[in-house]
Structure formats: C-alpha cells, structure tokens
C-alpha cells in the first residue's frame, strides 16, 4: 500500500492509458493500443522518475514534452498525415470519417482532464512545446492580460462556423496531400498568432487566451482527481516564486494561503510553481494532507 501511495499518480496514469489503448484497438486498430500503452509507459516513467529526483522534474517533463510533441506532430501529423487541430474535427464530420482530432478532443479534453486536468498542454502539445521554449525569451509590452471567457468562447464558436464553412466549399479531409498542406499552415498560423499575442498579453497568451481545446477541457479540469495541491501551506514564506514561474498566470500564492488547491481552469499541471519554490510547499496530489502542523507555544 505504501508504494501504491507513493507511485499513485503513475500507476493511475499508465491504467487510464491502458484502458483507452484497449477500448480503440477494440473498436478501430491494435496502432491504436500501441500508441497510448507507449504514451502511459512513457509518462509514468517521467513522473517516476521525478518523484525519486525532484530536482529533473523540469528538465524530464520537458523531454517528455518535446518527445511526445515530435511524435503526434512530426510522425503522425506531418508523416501519416494525422490532423490533430481543433477544425479537423468538423472537416472529419462533413467527411463522414473519424481521425486524430476527434480522438484527442475524446481522450486529452474529456477523459484525461477529470483525473489530471489539462496536464496535455504541458506533457504533449507541440505548439505548446514551442511556446515554452520561447516563453522566457518573448517580453509582454503590456500588462499580461488575464484568460477573458467571452474571447475564448468567442474564437471557439469563430473556429466552428469557419470550420464547417471551410468543409462546405474545400475540405481537406479526403485528400491526403492538402491535409497535410493544412497542417503545416494550421500550426504556423498558430505559432505566429502565439507570438504576436505573447508579446502583447503576456506568456503562452495562445494557449491562455484562444486555444479551443482548452477551453473545452477548461470546464472539466476544475473537477480532476489530481491538482497543484500545498502539502505544506504553514511553510509558505510569501516569497512570490510559485506566481512568477506559472506560465499562465495563475496566482498560485493566494490557494496556498487560503491553504486550497489550485483550482483554476487554465492550470496546465506544468509543475513549474512546484519547482520554483523554495520550501517544498506544492505538489500534485488527490487532497490537502491531514497534517497537525499548528504550532505548539508552550507556557513556562
């Protein structure tokens, strides 16, 4: 039991992806299986690893990452052909077929967020991979905005009706070729849009701001099993760490000292206000540890 404890998330993370492996091998492909075993193989082995060395919790999730985002992207994406992004899904259904995004938006944004959040974006998005890599390099002119639901939800109902106009007069979904011509222009229009909104309203603005996958994974992930969660919320100094490494901006410090995990729907389960501070006080867990942590003050 001890052990189950200590490895909880890892071994719930590989059963999860066991689990959806076996239920699409059962209805479209044993690829399928190989994939996602491959996937819950390789980050259980991460958060393994992390919680034996805290100190390459960064560095191994970003490998991760960066393996993870060359995979769907680079292999599936631009060698198979596989449409991930949010319209395919619509150009999918115009077709009368079923790929990549729709099984991403089923597995990353509706079954995985009720035990791990939106943990995708910081484990497995390809754009959000690049973003990281340019996050500390990219400087806000502004103010950082804050995520307004009125533009997110307003570029997802956009992303809607351009999709399934796009699908009526040239959808390239039947042909293998301008799939793959889409892709690429899908991604450098996002990337660029992420640069520009970077410097404007401040780190993985994109991500914060527009994405439509998190958006929808937005609603769910304020239900997850697993969260940012302060194990030891009396050691907070205040020193602010926690809230200048989160990338999306979320103010961590204020859960800590109303001693609550981190409910925000935009955290993305990057861990880095974990890193960052200095007194071991957050990690991901399932709850608040029941610790009697209250100071003694013993009379003379």
């Not at 115009?94 to 729709?102: E, P, R």
């Not at 889409?182 to 991604?187: A, K, L, R, T």
């Not at 849009?193 to 404007?200: A, V």
């Not at 957050?282 to 608040?288: F, S, T, V, Y």
Request: with cysteine; hydrophobic share 50%.
């Amino acid at each position: 039991m001890q052990i189950f404890r200590k490895y909880k998330i890892p071994l719930i993370t590989l059963l999860i992806f066991t689990l959806i492996g076996l239920i699409l091998w059962f209805f479209r492909d044993i690829k399928y299986f190989i994939l996602f075993i491959s996937i819950g193989l390789l980050d259980s082995s991460t958060r393994i690893i992390i919680e034996k060395y805290p100190k390459l919790r960064q560095i191994s999730r970003r490998l991760l990452q960066l393996f993870l985002a060359g995979l769907l992207f680079g292999w599936l994406g631009l060698y198979i052909g596989v449409n991930f992004q949010f319209p395919e899904i619509f150009f999918d259904f115009s077709a009368g077929i079923i790929t990549g995004a729709l099984i991403q938006l089923l597995v990353s944004r509706i079954v995985l967020p009720f035990f791990l959040g939106n943990a995708f974006c910081s484990r497995a998005c390809w754009n959000g991979a690049f973003f990281e890599l340019i996050n500390s390099k990219t400087s806000c002119k502004k103010k950082p905005k804050k995520r307004s639901n009125f533009i997110a939800w307003g570029y997802l109902i956009f992303l809607i009706i351009f999709s399934f106009s796009v699908a009526f007069f040239w959808n390239p979904a039947g042909n293998l070729e301008l799939r793959r011509y889409w892709i690429i222009g899908e991604n450098l229009f996002i990337i660029s849009c992420g640069l520009i909104l970077t410097s404007i309203w401040g780190s993985r603005a994109y991500c914060r701001m527009l994405c439509p996958f998190l958006t929808i994974s937005s609603i769910i992930a304020p239900y997850s099993i697993f969260k940012i969660t302060p194990v030891k919320a009396d050691d907070c100094i205040s020193c602010n760490l926690c809230n200048l490494a989160c990338p999306m901006l979320i103010d961590v410090m204020t859960y800590v000292h109303n001693k609550e995990r981190v409910n925000n729907r935009t955290c993305i389960l990057c861990e880095r206000c974990v890193s960052a501070c200095p007194e071991n006080v957050l990690r991901i867990a399932d709850k608040i540890p029941n610790l009697n942590n209250s100071r003694v003050i013993i009379k003379r």
